[in-house]
């Protein structure tokens, strides 16, 4: 058995950019996840980089108000889960629709 394994597959630990709550939705550089801790005293959480997780979304794009189809790529802008191609970084997938401009929990396929 492999000796230098250092986390599961699909866990990192992470410097935090700022303050992140666990189950907020995450990137590191590109990289999506969801963090499984909040934010440390020394800054760092641990993200989970796969999985199928309950998220808020938006019903927005670069544009405002869309509608989201089930398989829709999902990105995250800012601290929200959207459709926003332009100022998003790509996150994952809607497994469920979201209405134009609601705010839906769904689940939402995290990487890609």
Same mark, same amino acid.
Request: glycine share 12%; charged share 10%; net charge negative.
């Given at each position: $058995?492999?000796?230098?394994?250092?986390?599961?597959? &699909? #866990?990192?630990?992470?410097? !935090?950019? @700022?303050? =992140?709550?666990?189950?907020?939705?995450?990137?590191?550089?590109?990289?999506?996840?969801?963090?499984?801790?909040?934010?440390?005293?020394?800054?760092?959480?641990?993200?989970?980089?796969?999985?199928?997780?309950? $998220?808020?979304?938006?019903?927005?794009?670069?544009? &405002? #108000?869309?509608?989201?189809? !089930?398989? @829709?790529? =999902?990105?995250?802008?800012?601290?929200?889960?959207?459709?926003?191609?332009?100022?998003?970084?790509?996150?994952?997938?809607?497994?469920?629709?979201?209405?134009?401009?609601?705010?839906?929990?769904?689940?939402?396929?995290?990487?890609?």
């Amino acid at each position: $058995m492999a000796t230098n394994l250092r986390f599961d597959p &699909g #866990n990192q630990i992470v410097v !935090a950019k @700022a303050s =992140i709550t666990a189950g907020a939705p995450v990137v590191f550089g590109q990289i999506p996840g969801v963090a499984l801790t909040s934010t440390d005293a020394a800054g760092n959480i641990t993200m989970k980089t796969d999985g199928i997780y309950l $998220m808020s979304v938006v019903g927005a794009d670069g544009s &405002g #108000n869309a509608a989201i189809a !089930a398989g @829709a790529i =999902i990105y995250l802008d800012s601290a929200e889960l959207n459709a926003d191609v332009t100022n998003g970084v790509r996150w994952g997938y809607a497994l469920q629709a979201v209405s134009s401009g609601a705010t839906t929990s769904i689940l939402v396929k995290v990487g890609y």
